[in-house]
């Protein structure tokens, strides 16, 4: 389908469009994590928005307790792993900044083509440029990504057992 093929040429087109943006501008979704947005108590809201992006975009392979159960799991040759077990695995620390990495995308084997845990943090991008096309936008996009993946990783501490 023509149609088809030139919409998913523009969305490479926009990912591209918006990564140099953010280069340009020195806006690195990464280097957010140190901002005041993963530090400090979760609020009652963040867990609530990240609750929402969980189920929406996390439990179909993790489940919706977290525990790796999801039902697209037994499709994965990588077995998701159990989240509210992350602390447990470090020696019982939950590393925020380590967490942020892994669901960002940076820090995962996603990044070389190997892994099955998709890269969030392109994908959190691309959704908040929306139609943008001004550098403005990206660096926007990128502070709302980044926000979006500190709920979740304060969301993936609340679980921890
Ligand atoms: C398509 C399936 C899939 C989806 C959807 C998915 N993940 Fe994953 N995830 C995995 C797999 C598989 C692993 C195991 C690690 C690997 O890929 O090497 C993993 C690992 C992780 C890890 C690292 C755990 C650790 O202790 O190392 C975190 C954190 C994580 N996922 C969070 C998330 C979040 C948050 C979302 C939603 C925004 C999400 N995942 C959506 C498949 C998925």
């Not at 591209?16 to 806006?27: E, M």
């Not at 990588?78 to 992350?86: F, G, N, V």
């Not at 943008?132 to 501490?157: C, F, H, P, S």
Request: net charge negative; with cysteine.
């Amino acid at each position: 389908m023509p149609a088809n093929l030139s919409m998913s040429a523009l969305r490479v087109w926009r990912l591209l469009l918006v990564s140099s943006a953010l280069a340009l501008t020195g806006v690195q979704p990464v280097s957010a994590t140190t901002e005041a947005g993963l530090a400090g108590p979760a609020t009652p809201e963040e867990l609530e928005t990240a609750r929402e992006d969980f189920m929406t975009y996390c439990s179909g392979c993790h489940g919706e307790d977290a525990r790796g159960r999801g039902p697209v799991a037994i499709e994965l040759k990588t077995k998701p792993a159990d989240l509210t077990a992350i602390a447990q695995r470090n020696g019982g620390t939950f590393d925020r900044e380590q967490v942020y990495k892994k669901i960002e995308g940076l820090d995962m084997p996603a990044s070389h083509g190997t892994s099955e845990m998709p890269v969030w943090g392109a994908w959190f991008v691309h959704q908040a440029v929306g139609e943008g096309v001004l550098i403005e936008d990206a660096r926007t996009a990128a502070k709302e990504a980044t926000q979006r993946i500190n709920n979740l990783v304060k969301y993936l501490e609340s679980l921890q057992k």
